[in-house]
């Protein structure tokens, strides 16, 4: 795998971060003239690495935080140099080479409601940036930017490979100005006046990845399978219908997933192993069972302040969760009943309630067992656009739902299970686009495709065993076991 890796061809890059905050990645082929402000240099690429010609630009340049003095204004830099070119504005530019599939951006709030920024070492090809995750002690995160008062300063650093703020070395704390770049291990961090962007490593992460060889319990000395071969990733930002008949596996399955209930699989979620390190990433999954466990004697303000006391990072004050429970209350529209008593919510509220405590920790991952369970129409299709806009945030929404016609359109993506006819087994019958799977069913609803895998004495079609074995047909890479 690692020889395959190395063969992979590079590609060249400049990423240039201008003063107005935008954020724009360039592919150099051979050299390309890159803006700066109202003047411009001239960026190539060739076998001994970057050249840059600066001779149209007549201010300061600053490489690494020197300012650069030589009289030549044709010079040679290294990949991941950090170069600045102040005229009227501040231009910053970095120049990589780099595999074309490792890379995307992502980005993070600067704002007092996310006061704490955590740089975590995940791995030697992926640093991680939260905002709210569990206090895990010293060795959870590299470093964090933090806000105090007005000013942003980067520090707690704990870290053999260093942190740099734009080259230079960190070795206890510094005060982060706009146009800062910021770089911890191979991912960059562009520090803006309102947001923070950051390049996410995706080779082996991002996503979440699920390889359940079986899960199976012991019943009277003999082994039960309940699932078995189910391989599938989910991209960030995706919103996922887990769709069965009775007894399919889908409680199981999320249970699996989860790491609740390990099953013999790998999970991997940006690249690291749920079951090896769930002390550590159990708070950035949450889940929302079919029955609330709320306190119907507590109102809802501080039935989410005490979650926020439970999940938050120690190192945050009683003002920060306060704000955070506010933030979060009001973006599931639940403000104007933050000083009721739970017991007398209504359905919707209640089931968005139950949302809220466990989105208070911000995480990666979210879980429902039919959250519209018992709710009409309208306030189905209420609580589902509020999960819409949470996967909209580049998260990853699984929801398990008996109605999921009337939300359909959602949903971007649909996980079938289905109970096998002949060994009685929980299968993979299907993962794809809503589209694609009306096609590969040919069927109109989600509703006839459970009644087409759906056992004939259930009422359904008895088809599972087909579509189980179509869906690998067309999926081999989908069959393969751990």
């Known amino acids: 795998m690692d020889d395959k890796k190395e063969n992979v061809k590079k590609t060249a890059r400049a990423i240039v971060f201008t003063a107005d905050e935008k954020l724009e990645e360039l592919i150099i082929e051979s050299e390309k003239q890159i803006p700066v402000g109202n003047e411009s240099v001239v960026v190539s690429v060739d076998e001994e690495g970057w050249k ?22 044709i010079f040679r830099v290294q990949d991941r140099d950090i170069l600045q070119f102040r005229n009227e504005v501040t231009t910053d530019l970095v120049l990589e080479r780099t595999r074309a599939s490792d890379m995307q951006w992502k980005i993070l709030p600067l704002a007092d409601s996310f006061p704490v920024i955590h740089i975590r070492h995940v791995s030697d090809e992926l640093t991680e940036a939260d905002t709210d995750v569990q206090d895990d002690g010293i060795e959870a995160h590299e470093a964090e930017i933090r806000l105090t008062g007005n000013t942003w300063s980067l520090s707690d650093v704990h870290t053999d490979r260093g942190i740099f703020v734009n080259g230079e070395r960190v070795e206890e704390s510094c005060e982060l100005k706009p146009m800062d770049v910021i770089r911890a291990g191979n991912t960059l961090f562009f520090f803006g006046t309102q947001q923070l962007y950051y390049s996410h490593t995706i080779f082996r992460g991002n996503n979440l990845s699920i390889h359940i060889e079986e899960r199976s319990v012991k019943s009277f000395f003999k082994k039960h399978i ?192 289905a109970k096998g006819t002949k060994d009685h087994i929980g299968h993979l019958a299907f993962y794809g686009g809503i589209s694609e799977a009306r096609e590969f069913f040919g069927k109109e609803t989600m509703e006839e495709i459970v009644l087409a895998v759906n056992g004939v004495n259930e009422g359904g079609e008895g088809r599972a065993d087909e579509f189980i074995e179509k869906f690998k047909m067309i999926n081999p890479e989908e069959t393969a076991h751990v």
């Open 52 to 73: 840059v010609d600066a001779s149209a630009f007549k201010e300061e340049i600053w490489i690494n935080g020197t300012l650069y003095t030589e009289s030549n204004s």
């Open 226 to 417: 309940l699932l078995q071969d189910i391989n599938l990733t989910i991209e960030p930002g995706n919103m996922v219908l887990i769709l069965g008949g009775s007894g399919a596996g889908k409680t199981t399955f999320v249970n699996a997933v989860t790491g609740y209930e390990k099953a013999k699989a790998q999970i991997l979620q940006d690249g690291v192993d749920v079951y090896e390190n769930y002390g550590k990433l159990k708070h950035s999954i949450g889940f929302v069972p079919q029955q609330d466990l709320l306190r119907d004697d507590d109102t809802v303000r501080n039935t989410l302040l005490n979650a926020a006391e439970m999940r938050l990072s120690k190192k945050y004050t009683e003002k920060e969760r306060s704000e955070r429970a506010d933030r979060v209350l009001e973006m599931f529209g639940l403000s104007v009943q933050k000083n009721e008593l739970v017991r007398k919510l209504s359905g919707g509220q209640r089931k968005r309630l139950s949302i809220c405590v466990e989105f208070i920790s911000d995480p990666k991952l979210f879980f429902l067992d039919e959250p519209d369970s018992g709710l009409d129409g309208v306030m189905a299709k209420d609580l589902m656009e509020h999960l819409r806009k949470i996967a909209d945030q580049d998260k990853i929404v699984l929801v398990i739902t008996h109605t999921p016609d009337r939300v359909i359109d959602l949903f971007d993506k649909v996980i079938v299970l």
